[in-house]
């Protein structure tokens, strides 16, 4: 008997979309109040960019550990008490950053809120991979993802709204959150994960992708593969007043660049994905994406960011469209492995794809030192060229998954 498939607009995928949503509003709320509550805290200056930097390698430190751990409950418990659990956790964090008095406390409920938000989008897309028909998996994930970002132009103009009331943006993450908790009560797992588990298969034994070497390989190429999302968002996007300054542009606003940016993204995953389901291959539109991104990171740096605030927005909102493979490297990740291991790779892969932010910035941080260029524009171009030319390897040596029969186990 077939698992029942579902529509592209079921309540997998709206429950999907909506999740996404508060985990992306949840996820950037940190860069777009950083400056502010900074100054709050007293913390001003130069201690801004090393500080920052910290909490967002704590974040990501978070997002690195609980994707491993939800990507197991995953598959051990389901997809479901993943998408529960996880938004439980990371909204009542998000609800008590409002709260927070010192840097430390700051820091710590960050790493929680990663924990947490880790569980999202991977488990998302692993559900409507496993519940809707192959030639629809691509542009569920596209819907998903694109109804996700939008949290991000919310969460701006909730910003905007609250002027210097940072703590109000972290108390609606948090209870937008919870509020969802109720819709979610009312999905299922998939046919395909059940027959799996009622079947007697091991599930989300970790081992397994270590255990072999071709599968390992599999799994470090999905991760790569996902790098240069995350230079555009956690590198220049973050700090890109540091970017507008070292340029000598004046009147630049960065959560606005933020905000700008993740408007471009979602026009960019929403486009991966019916590019995809045209060209019966995400291999090829990943190699799209990488073309337009690497010519817009060249003229970016070439051209000092434009030399004005609205060329540099531009620049900003060209590199988001560039960087919108989100859908893609998730759903390939979903497709890579068996039900067995599916969501064990599919949530622990992107949130990998986050954790290696922690690397990026820490060579970041080494290229630009006295000790290499002493210099903060040459070390980001380089970091560029390093992160793209992995990125362009692993693709290449990535077999297509378009249109893959999912309902198989890994051995």
Known sequence: MQPKQYGLFSLPVIVGSLGFFVDIYDLQVFALTRIISFRELGIVGDAQQEIGENVINWQMAGLMLGGIIWGVLGDKRGRKSVLFGSILVYSLATLANGFVQDITTYTVLRFVAGLGLAGELGASITMTSEMLPKEKRGLAAAVIATSGVMGTIVGYFVSKLSGDNWRLCYYIGGAMGLALLFLRMRIFDSGMYKSAKDGGVQMGNLSML?????????????????LPTWYVIGVVITFSERFAKEFGIAGFDQPKS?????????????????????????????????????????????????????????FCMAMGFGAGISVLYITMSAEQFGTNLRATAAISIPNLVRGFLILMLLLFKFLRSDQVFNDY?????????????????????????FGRDMNYIEK
């Open 377 to 401: 524009i040459t070390g980001a171009w380089v970091l560029a060229i390093v992160v793209m030319l992995c990125s362009w390897i692993a693709v290449f040596y990535t077999r297509e998954t």
């Open 258 to 314: 933020l905000m700008l940016q993740y408007v471009a993204l979602a026009f960019g995953d929403l486009t991966g994905g019916i590019l995809a389901n045209y060209l019966k291959s995400r291999k090829k539109t990943l190699y799209f994406f990488y073309i337009f991104l690497s010519i817009t990171i060249a003229l970016f740096f070439i051209t000092k960011g434009g030399g004005s605030a609205t060329n540099m927005y531009l």
């Open 210 to 226: 270590v255990n072999s070497k071709e599968r390992f390989f599999r799994f470090l190429r999905a991760i790569i593969i996902g």
